[in-house]
Nanobody
Framework: QVQLVESGGGLVQPGGSLRLSCAAS????????MGWYRQAPGKERELVAD???????NYADSVKGRFTISRDNAKNTVYLQMNSLKPDDTAVYYC????????????????WGKGTLVTVSS
Protein backbone atom coordinates (compact mmCIF):
# COMPACT_ATOMS: atom_id res chain seq x y z
CA GLN A 1 0.00 0.00 0.00
CA VAL A 2 2.82 2.39 0.92
CA GLN A 3 6.45 2.26 -0.02
CA LEU A 4 9.37 4.35 1.14
CA VAL A 5 12.30 4.62 -1.20
CA GLU A 6 15.57 5.80 0.28
CA SER A 7 18.73 7.03 -1.34
CA GLY A 8 21.96 8.78 -0.45
CA GLY A 9 23.77 6.41 1.86
CA GLY A 10 27.40 5.56 1.43
CA LEU A 11 30.92 5.94 2.71
CA VAL A 12 32.12 9.33 3.86
CA GLN A 13 35.16 10.57 5.74
CA PRO A 14 34.93 12.14 9.19
CA GLY A 15 33.95 15.77 8.86
CA GLY A 16 32.27 15.14 5.56
CA SER A 17 28.67 15.54 4.52
CA LEU A 18 25.96 13.32 3.15
CA ARG A 19 22.37 13.90 2.15
CA LEU A 20 19.73 11.23 2.50
CA SER A 21 16.35 11.32 0.85
CA CYS A 22 13.23 9.22 1.20
CA ALA A 23 10.12 9.38 -0.94
CA ALA A 24 6.79 7.85 -0.04
CA SER A 25 4.56 6.43 -2.72
CA UNK A 26 1.36 4.47 -2.87
CA UNK A 27 -2.23 5.02 -1.87
CA UNK A 28 -2.81 7.04 1.28
CA UNK A 29 -4.69 10.03 2.57
CA UNK A 30 -1.74 11.89 3.97
CA UNK A 31 1.46 11.78 5.95
CA UNK A 32 1.89 13.17 9.42
CA UNK A 33 5.41 13.09 10.83
CA MET A 34 8.35 11.83 8.84
CA GLY A 35 11.69 11.02 10.29
CA TRP A 36 15.01 9.28 10.25
CA TYR A 37 16.15 6.58 12.61
CA ARG A 38 19.44 4.79 12.78
CA GLN A 39 20.79 1.57 14.17
CA ALA A 40 24.47 1.06 14.80
CA PRO A 41 26.01 -2.39 15.17
CA GLY A 42 25.09 -3.89 18.51
CA LYS A 43 22.80 -1.00 19.41
CA GLU A 44 19.09 -0.38 19.35
CA ARG A 45 17.38 1.71 16.74
CA GLU A 46 17.19 5.34 17.78
CA LEU A 47 15.48 8.46 16.54
CA VAL A 48 17.78 10.83 14.71
CA ALA A 49 15.33 13.51 13.66
CA ASP A 50 11.74 13.93 12.70
CA UNK A 51 9.58 16.61 11.18
CA UNK A 52 5.87 17.30 11.20
CA UNK A 53 3.80 18.04 8.16
CA UNK A 54 4.02 21.70 9.13
CA UNK A 55 7.79 21.70 9.30
CA UNK A 56 8.40 21.48 13.04
CA UNK A 57 11.62 19.58 13.68
CA ASN A 58 13.07 17.50 16.45
CA TYR A 59 16.63 16.20 16.77
CA ALA A 60 18.54 13.81 18.89
CA ASP A 61 21.05 15.63 21.07
CA SER A 62 23.90 13.81 19.38
CA VAL A 63 23.13 15.37 16.00
CA LYS A 64 21.91 18.85 16.91
CA GLY A 65 23.77 21.51 15.01
CA ARG A 66 25.11 19.01 12.50
CA PHE A 67 22.06 17.41 10.88
CA THR A 68 19.10 19.11 9.26
CA ILE A 69 15.85 17.40 8.44
CA SER A 70 13.47 18.82 5.87
CA ARG A 71 10.57 17.69 3.76
CA ASP A 72 8.77 18.44 0.55
CA ASN A 73 5.11 17.72 1.09
CA ALA A 74 4.29 17.99 -2.59
CA LYS A 75 6.75 15.17 -3.26
CA ASN A 76 6.04 13.22 -0.07
CA THR A 77 9.76 13.29 0.50
CA VAL A 78 11.90 13.77 3.58
CA TYR A 79 15.58 14.66 3.57
CA LEU A 80 18.40 14.48 6.05
CA GLN A 81 21.38 16.71 5.48
CA MET A 82 24.26 15.38 7.55
CA ASN A 83 27.28 17.60 8.09
CA SER A 84 30.38 17.26 10.22
CA LEU A 85 29.95 13.53 10.27
CA LYS A 86 31.62 11.50 12.97
CA PRO A 87 32.53 7.82 13.14
CA ASP A 88 29.81 7.43 15.77
CA ASP A 89 27.28 8.38 13.10
CA THR A 90 27.99 5.10 11.35
CA ALA A 91 24.74 3.17 11.23
CA VAL A 92 21.97 1.92 9.04
CA TYR A 93 19.62 4.83 8.58
CA TYR A 94 15.92 4.13 8.22
CA CYS A 95 13.27 6.41 6.86
CA UNK A 96 9.97 6.49 8.70
CA UNK A 97 6.64 7.99 7.78
CA UNK A 98 3.44 8.13 9.76
CA UNK A 99 0.98 7.51 6.98
CA UNK A 100 -2.77 7.93 7.12
CA UNK A 101 -3.91 4.98 5.04
CA UNK A 102 -7.62 5.39 5.76
CA UNK A 103 -9.82 8.37 6.42
CA UNK A 104 -10.15 7.22 10.04
CA UNK A 105 -6.43 6.72 10.66
CA UNK A 106 -5.68 10.17 12.01
CA UNK A 107 -2.55 9.17 13.92
CA UNK A 108 -0.96 7.44 10.97
CA UNK A 109 0.55 4.02 10.57
CA UNK A 110 4.33 3.67 10.70
CA UNK A 111 5.99 2.70 7.47
CA TRP A 112 9.68 2.07 7.12
CA GLY A 113 12.23 2.16 4.40
CA LYS A 114 14.59 -0.73 3.89
CA GLY A 115 17.49 1.17 5.41
CA THR A 116 20.59 2.69 3.91
CA LEU A 117 24.06 2.24 5.33
CA VAL A 118 26.07 5.30 6.28
CA THR A 119 29.70 4.60 7.09
CA VAL A 120 31.89 7.37 8.44
CA SER A 121 35.49 6.30 8.27
CA SER A 122 38.81 7.38 6.84
Amino acid sequence: QVQLVESGGGLVQPGGSLRLSCAASGTFFGINAMGWYRQAPGKERELVADITSGGRTNYADSVKGRFTISRDNAKNTVYLQMNSLKPDDTAVYYCNAQVRTTVYNYAGMPYWGKGTLVTVSS
